[in-house]
């Protein structure tokens, strides 16, 4: 299973990940996919960081989703340029909207 290619909507919006779901949390998230499919990301890995994740969580929740992209490195040239990266047709994902937990 992979996450569909990333691209851009006229407009630069990423284009959103159909089928797809993220479960957004202070130490990791959870991205599922169709069918059995999920991969869990890291979260904060010190506590310096948590003020920072709160911030992003926060902004996801207000947003209702977030951009997810996989990419082989940081260290690539375009790795924070979306323009650059849909592109250059090596970046994976898009939009992803939130699963809501319940309380």
């Known amino acids: 299973m992979q996450l569909p290619s990333f691209r851009l909507l006229p407009g630069g919006r ?6 797809w779901e993220l479960i957004p949390g202070v130490t990791f998230s959870m991205v599922e996919g169709p069918g059995r499919f999920r991969l869990m990301v890291e979260g904060i ?7 920072e994740r709160f911030a992003w969580l926060s902004a996801v929740d207000r947003a209702g989703g977030a951009v997810v992209v996989v990419i ?11 323009g650059a990266l849909a592109e250059s047709g090596r970046a994976r994902g898009g939009y992803m909207p939130v699963i809501r937990r319940s309380r």
């Open 14 to 19: 990423p284009s959103t990940c159909s089928g």
């Open 72 to 82: 082989h490195s940081l260290d690539t040239p375009y790795a924070y340029e979306w």
């Open 45 to 51: 890995t010190h506590r310096d960081e948590v003020d």
